[in-house]
């Protein structure tokens, strides 16, 4: 493929990610297959390689480049808890800056409402590197697609519901459990209030006060920009990244931990969490493709439990789905939360594959947040079907059935170890584990080749 078709290809599946963003879009015209690295023609293609450095514009370091007016405006709106009916929660909140921009409560699923006292439906995601997100399409472009099977990839959203960040982004301010305002009249009065207003209508004119609506999806573009634009969001500089670049060596642990998470006879982790780059990008650590993985049920949160009675804003999904038939189950793509795939069944139970950037900083994983550590991760993908009796549990602890957070009229969407993409359960020892939790710990930004102690010094990556 030439350099003019990857680029086309780019621009054809990026869309709306990237069509905001002149930076990244000068980045993608300006990639060079002949950088001798692995260059994707789509960001759905998953795959290992030789992975490309950072391109020449990138951004730089966090702190030395201004942001728009729109940006600058964005990121006052993220860190505005004024905004919210609690008077206590912004996105950072639980995308939190100091922790890669994801939750720091310890907590599976965040709490919200005008309380603070509503448990969320999932875990928060970090919003790291989210702006290279491409739409959702329901049939993603692979390298090999696969014959009368659907393929989803792309959108925001664990579930993908969400078409772009500037739509994502209106929603927590009139989420029920997340900032709780009622509609959108009463985020714009609440902003009315704030004493950077003047700075909002300089941006965007004072006419779009006019409708609450409008104000709404102003704000979402601010926010947008300041996520697209700001560097602290994609930073690339992980120890991987200045692995890749030369500047220092993996500990013999990384690499063999690299090798397990690379190799196709054992972790293939990369047929989803791709280390080849998007052109002109470097690794995002996922396809954005979607996956049913079986992920047990988390009994910390209170919907899953039954005995509640469920808040208006937790559909009671669960009836005719066949034994146990929970009250509520969260199917990702078929919903409930989102509504308009409910009838392609096939599709119950997946959901997107995360980028594995600052995973190690991440305190709960999985779209339920079911487990706390990279080491229960990595050992529920190795033994998810050897010891099935030691992750699926019921709040007793007694053994629960298979993928007991899937209807069982679901349970065949959960890939199988013979998964086209690559092994579900593979095929890793106890030391393999081990290796690609060091790994693992390699991805989170931060680290300084001039400085090679001061990184990952708290945590589970400590003393890695
Ligand atoms: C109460 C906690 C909470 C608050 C407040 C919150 N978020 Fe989130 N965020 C989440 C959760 C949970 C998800 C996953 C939701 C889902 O999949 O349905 C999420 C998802 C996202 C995503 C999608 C990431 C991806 O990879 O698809 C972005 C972007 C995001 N949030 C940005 C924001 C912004 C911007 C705000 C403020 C306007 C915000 N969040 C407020 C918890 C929160
Ligand atoms: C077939 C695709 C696929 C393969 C192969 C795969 N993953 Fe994943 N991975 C996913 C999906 C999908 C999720 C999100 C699942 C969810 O939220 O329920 C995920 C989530 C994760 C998470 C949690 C991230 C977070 O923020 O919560 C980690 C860590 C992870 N994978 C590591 C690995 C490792 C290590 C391997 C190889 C041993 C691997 N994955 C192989 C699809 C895959």
Same mark, same amino acid.
Request: net charge neutral.
């Given at each position: 493929?030439?350099?003019?078709?990857?680029?086309?290809?780019?621009?054809a599946?990026?869309?709306? =990610?990237?069509?905001?963003?002149?930076?990244?879009?000068?980045?993608?015209?300006?990639?060079?297959?002949?950088?001798?690295?692995s260059? +994707?023609?789509?960001?759905?293609?998953?795959?290992?390689?030789?992975?490309?450095?950072?391109?020449?514009?990138?951004?730089?370091?966090?702190?030395?480049?201004?942001?728009?007016?729109? =940006?600058?405006?964005?990121?006052?709106?993220?860190?505005?808890?004024?905004?919210?009916?609690?008077?206590?929660?912004?996105?950072?909140?639980?995308?939190?800056?100091?922790?890669?921009?994801?939750? *720091?409560?310890?907590?599976?699923?965040p709490?919200?409402g005008?309380?603070?006292? &509503?448990?969320?439906?999932?875990?928060?995601?970090?919003? +790291?590197?989210?702006?290279?997100?491409?739409?959702?399409?329901? *049939?993603?472009?692979?390298?090999?697609?696969?014959a009368?099977? #659907?393929?989803?990839?792309?959108?925001?959203?664990?579930?993908?519901?969400?078409?772009?960040?500037?739509?994502q982004?209106?929603?927590? &301010?009139?989420?029920?459990?997340?900032?709780?305002?009622?509609g959108?009249?009463?985020?714009?009065?609440?902003?009315?209030?704030?004493?950077y207003? %003047?700075?909002?209508?300089?941006?965007?004119?004072?006419?779009?006060?006019?409708?609450?609506?409008?104000? #709404?999806?102003?704000m979402?573009?601010?926010? =947008?920009? $300041?996520?697209?634009?700001?560097?602290?969001?994609?930073?690339?500089?992980?120890?991987?990244?200045?692995?890749?670049?030369?500047?220092?060596?993996?500990?013999?642990?990384?690499?063999?931990?690299?090798? =397990?998470?690379?190799?196709?006879?054992?972790?293939?982790?990369?047929?989803?969490?791709?280390?080849?780059?998007?052109?002109?990008?470097?690794?995002?650590?996922?396809?954005?493709?979607?996956?049913?993985?079986?992920?047990?049920?988390?009994?910390?949160?209170?919907?899953?439990?039954?005995?509640?009675?469920?808040?208006?804003?937790?559909?009671?999904?669960?009836?005719?789905?066949?034994?146990?038939?929970?009250?509520?189950?969260? +199917?990702?793509?078929?919903?409930?939360?989102?509504?308009?795939?409910?009838?392609?069944?096939?599709?119950?139970?997946?959901?997107?594959?995360?980028?594995?950037?600052?995973?190690?900083?991440?305190?709960?994983?999985?779209?339920?947040?079911? $487990?706390?550590?990279?080491?229960?991760?990595? %050992?529920?993908?190795?033994?998810?079907?050897?010891?099935?009796?030691?992750?699926?549990?019921?709040?007793?602890?007694?053994?629960?059935?298979?993928?007991?957070?899937?209807?069982?009229?679901?349970?065949?969407?959960v890939?199988?170890?013979?998964?086209?993409?690559?092994?579900?359960?593979?095929n890793?020892?106890?030391?393999?584990?081990?290796?690609?939790?060091?790994?693992?710990c390699?991805?989170?930004?931060?680290?300084?080749p001039?400085?090679?102690?001061?990184?990952?010094?708290?945590?589970?990556c400590k003393?890695?």
């Open positions: 493929m030439n350099k003019s078709t990857v680029v086309f290809a780019l621009r599946f990026v869309g709306i =990610a990237f069509a905001t963003n002149s930076i990244w879009t000068q980045a993608s015209a300006a990639a060079n297959p002949a950088l001798g690295c260059v +994707m023609a789509s960001p759905f293609q998953a795959g290992s390689g030789v992975p490309c450095p950072p391109p020449p514009n990138a951004p730089p370091p966090q702190g030395t480049t201004a942001l728009s007016g729109k =940006a600058a405006v964005g990121k006052l709106l993220f860190g505005d808890t004024a905004l919210s009916a609690s008077g206590n929660q912004s996105c950072a909140t639980c995308h939190a800056p100091n922790n890669a921009f994801t939750a *720091n409560n310890n907590a599976p699923v709490l919200g005008a309380a603070l006292t &509503f448990q969320g439906l999932r875990n928060s995601p970090t919003v +790291m590197y989210a702006s290279f997100t491409p739409g959702f399409l329901l *049939n993603a472009p692979t390298p090999a697609p696969i009368n099977t #659907l393929h989803p990839g792309g959108g925001f959203m664990r579930d993908g519901r969400q078409p772009s960040l500037a739509s982004a209106q929603q927590p &301010f009139i989420s029920s459990f997340e900032m709780g305002n009622i959108s009249a009463q985020v714009a009065a609440r902003l009315k209030g704030r004493p207003l %003047s700075q909002f209508t300089a941006v965007f004119g004072s006419s779009v006060l006019n409708n609450s609506d409008a104000t #709404l999806a102003a979402g573009q601010a926010i =947008a920009a $300041f996520e697209v634009e700001d560097p602290s969001f994609h930073p690339f500089n992980s120890k991987y990244d200045a692995y890749v670049r030369g500047q220092v060596a993996l500990t013999a642990q990384e690499l063999a931990g690299l090798q =397990a998470f690379s190799d196709p006879s054992r972790g293939h982790c990369v047929s989803c969490h791709a280390t080849a780059s998007p052109a002109g990008l470097p690794a995002q650590f996922t396809d954005y493709t979607y996956h049913t993985l079986g992920v047990p049920r988390n009994w910390k949160i209170a919907y899953n439990l039954d005995s509640a009675s469920l808040p208006p804003f937790v559909p009671a999904n669960g009836s005719n789905l066949g034994l146990p038939n929970h009250n509520y189950y969260d +199917m990702g793509l078929c919903g409930p939360l989102r509504t308009d795939l409910a009838s392609n069944t096939s599709l119950c139970g997946s959901f997107k594959v995360p980028t594995l950037r600052n995973v190690g900083v991440k305190q709960t994983y999985f779209h339920n947040g079911v $487990f706390s550590s990279l080491q229960d991760v990595v %050992s529920f993908y190795a033994t998810r079907n050897s010891n099935p009796a030691h992750w699926y549990t019921k709040p007793d602890g007694t053994p629960d059935i298979l993928y007991n957070d899937l209807p069982v009229a679901y349970a065949k969407n890939e199988p170890t013979n998964h086209p993409g690559g092994p579900i359960a593979p890793l020892n106890a030391t393999d584990i081990q290796n690609v939790v060091s790994f693992l390699t991805l989170t930004d931060g680290f300084d001039k400085n090679p102690a001061a990184y990952n010094t708290s945590g589970q003393g890695r």
